[in-house]
């Protein structure tokens, strides 16, 4: 089971900074992403800095959310 999300702060450059139930936080970077779909509307900046905890993962406010399965493997440890 992996863990679930509890803070998510949006950065430049398109990538999050979240906080996870077990005390890690992690590094997400979008980037790789924004050219597929519904993502592509994350290009606009101040879209993607209305990211926000929802449930157990995070979702913004276009409708887009991500499993937290997906967002802990996609995302890298940092201190």
């Known amino acids: 089971m992996y863990p679930t999300v509890k803070k998510v702060i ?8 979240i906080e ?15 050219e597929f779909g519904l993502f592509s509307k994350l290009k606009k ?3 993607f800095k209305k990211v926000k ?6 979702e913004w ?3 887009l959310d991500l499993d937290p399965e997906f967002v802990y ?3 890298v440890r940092i201190k």
Do not use: H, Q, W
């Not at 905890?53 to 995070?58: A, K, L």
């Open 73 to 75: 493997e996609k995302s």
């Open 53 to 58: 905890v929802s449930f157990d993962t995070i």
């Open 20 to 34: 996870f139930d077990n005390a890690e936080s992690r590094m997400l970077d979008m980037k790789p992403f924004l």
């Open 10 to 17: 949006p950065r430049d450059n398109y990538k999050l900074i």
């Open 61 to 63: 406010e276009i409708g």
């Open 45 to 47: 900046r101040e879209e």
